[in-house]
């Protein structure tokens, strides 16, 4: 770090040490593996809002790779049913000015998009009578088409196992057809009020 001329060194220092509380997720904890899986009750309504994304990379070409992004989610007007798909619906929409590249994910384009029918994010939830909800974050408009049933083709999807009112994690995963598989664990911790 070179100091400038007439910036006190408590300043510089100051920074670099806000730098490196988001890199680890904010508010000074590290952004950690999450294991487990949500309580049956669990609501998607408290992912609502504005949030600091810390993408750690584990495996695949980016492995050790950190990426720290904005998050911003809004709960859908009505939850949003997915194509060919019984009981999933995606209940919250947003954007990101997430990197995927970054930790090795695939971009999956428009992740600043907010049309409804492919946002560039996309909350989908699966619920089932007596389990916990399955909670999906899709990352990029391609991925995030509710009238596209897909088999087949790129993915980055993170996978949400503790949620609460500071805010969520889990893992991700992301890789292409024939190509090996991204993945790592992801943070999100609410900014603001």
């Given at each position: 770090m070179t100091r400038r001329p007439g910036v006190p060194l408590a300043v510089l220092l100051t920074a670099f040490s806000a730098a490196c509380a988001t890199l680890r997720g904010g508010g000074g904890t590290a952004c950690e593996p999450v294991n487990g899986a949500l309580a049956?009750?669990?609501?998607?309504?408290?992912?609502?809002?504005?949030?600091?994304?810390?993408?750690?990379?584990?495996?695949?070409?980016a492995a050790g790779q950190v990426a720290a992004a904005s998050l911003h989610l809004e709960v859908s007007p009505e939850p949003?049913?997915?194509?060919?798909?019984?009981?999933?619906?995606?209940?919250?929409?947003?954007?990101?000015d997430l990197a995927?590249?970054?930790v090795g994910a695939v971009n999956l384009g428009g992740l600043n998009q907010d049309d409804p029918s492919a946002p560039g994010v996309g909350v989908v939830v699966q619920r089932v009578a007596?389990?916990?909800?399955s909670v999906t974050i899709r990352v990029g408009s391609a991925g995030t088409r509710r009238d596209v049933l897909q088999?087949?083709?790129?993915?980055?999807?993170?996978?949400v196992?503790?949620?609460?009112?500071?805010?969520?994690?889990?893992?991700?995963?992301?890789?292409?057809?024939?190509?090996?598989?991204?993945?790592g664990h992801f943070c999100a911790v609410r900014v603001g009020s």
């Open positions: 049956a009750d669990a609501s998607v309504v408290a992912m609502a809002g504005d949030f600091r994304l810390t993408v750690v990379a584990t495996r695949g070409a949003l049913p997915m194509a060919g798909a019984r009981d999933v619906h995606m209940e919250l929409l947003g954007t990101t995927p590249e970054s007596g389990s916990p909800p088999f087949d083709g790129g993915y980055f999807a993170l996978f196992a503790r949620l609460d009112g500071r805010g969520f994690a889990g893992s991700w995963r992301s890789a292409l057809p024939g190509e090996s598989q991204a993945g």
